[in-house]
């Protein structure tokens, strides 16, 4: 029978055949990884789907489980992405020659509200700034890139010093090094901070190097109670290094930035996603409005002074042709 767990795959009828849970993994397939690295299946899946057949797995059950999690305190969001492993498992075994299963179940999407929250403001940045430069370097140029960009700190510290063309100016990173396994190219503006910064990183070091290192030459990897400790002294307590990508989408788009273009540059696939990261403040909201009321009384002005044209222009035409030779007396 078709079990949601490790065993052999027999050759026999497809709903009577065992699944191999990381059978179907490919390697550019991030979705799911062998059950040994899931706890979402380890711990929840295979516990309440483990011992069933593929066809005993209905909507109702799925309904079920989604109850169950729910009651542990599990978030919609977490409720997602295990459900979607089990559904990747079906879909891939029923596209497969022969089908393993016959049907896929129904999978519910649950609601989500984990738009991220936290951002650094115009005036925190400076400060944090100088904290980070405190420590040294390496993190005072993570920084920079963080929010300028707004990249991953996975793909920050993977920089290596062949990715960073002085000459160009530009910082690249490979095809399938991203989480969306798509390559960028970005530039940077020759003599700014982080040009600077980049300089004195790079200095010295082979292609094969690591641009983040610190100051023993050891690459940086983890470092988070180094970043909560100047958030601290920044007085931005709580503030994420990933929360950079929200305060990159944030300044780039009031700088005028497409937000395609903001989305190629972060690295943002779908703009369902990049919603959650582009915020909006009430003094984004203000200055939006303070634009519009500048805009309507300029178009108010010239609209007067529109009208002080014509009004003159008819009053000479009149002049005119009540004397039409008052033009020649004169």
């Known amino acids: ?41 380890s711990l929840h899946l295979k516990p ?3 011992a069933l057949r593929a066809l005993d797995v ?61 951002f ?29 960009y707004g990249w991953r700190v996975s793909e920050v510290k993977a920089l290596h010093v062949r990715h960073v063309d002085m000459g160009a100016c530009t910082i690249r990173l490979d095809p399938g090094t991203t989480k969306n396994g798509q390559g960028r190219v970005v530039t940077f503006e020759r003599g700014s901070i982080l040009c600077q910064l980049l300089a004195a990183c790079v200095q010295g070091k082979s292609a094969d190097d690591f641009v983040f290192t610190r100051e023993d030459g050891r690459p940086v990897r983890v470092f988070r109670t180094t970043w909560k400790n100047v958030c601290a002294r920044a ?3 709580g503030l994420l290094f990933h929360d950079l990508r929200r305060t990159a989408a944030r300044t780039l788009r009031r700088a005028g930035v497409a937000e395609n273009v903001i989305m190629q540059i972060g690295g943002w696939r779908t703009r369902s996603v990049f919603d959650r990261y582009a915020i909006v403040t009430e003094n984004d909201t203000a200055d939006a409005v303070r634009k519009l009321e500048a805009d309507r009384k300029e178009r108010e002005a010239a609209s007067v002074e529109i009208a002080i044209s014509h009004e003159s222009v ?13 033009r020649l007396l004169n």
């Open 235 to 237: 007085g931005v307590a």
């Open 48 to 50: 309440f789907f483990g």
């Open 314 to 326: 008819t009053k000479s035409q009149q002049t005119q042709t009540a004397d039409p030779h008052a």
């Open 1 to 41: 029978m078709l079990r949601l767990c490790v065993g052999e795959l027999p050759t026999d009828a497809p709903e009577s055949s065992t699944l191999v849970l990381y059978e179907y993994l490919s390697p550019g397939d991030k979705l799911l990884k062998p059950q040994a690295q899931s706890p979402g299946w």
């Open 58 to 118: 209905s909507s109702g059950l799925v309904a079920k489980y989604v109850d169950s999690r729910q009651q542990e305190g599990a978030a919609n969001a977490t409720i997602n992405r295990e459900l979607a492993a089990l559904k990747r498992m079906y879909r891939l075994a029923h596209q497969a020659t022969p089908p393993k299963v016959l049907r896929v179940p129904a999978f519910p999407k649950l609601t989500e509200n984990n738009a991220r929250q936290g």
């Open 120 to 148: 650094l403001a115009d005036t925190q940045g400076d400060v944090l700034a100088a904290q980070c430069a405190s420590v040294g370097l390496w993190l005072r140029a993570m920084y920079e890139v963080g929010c300028t």
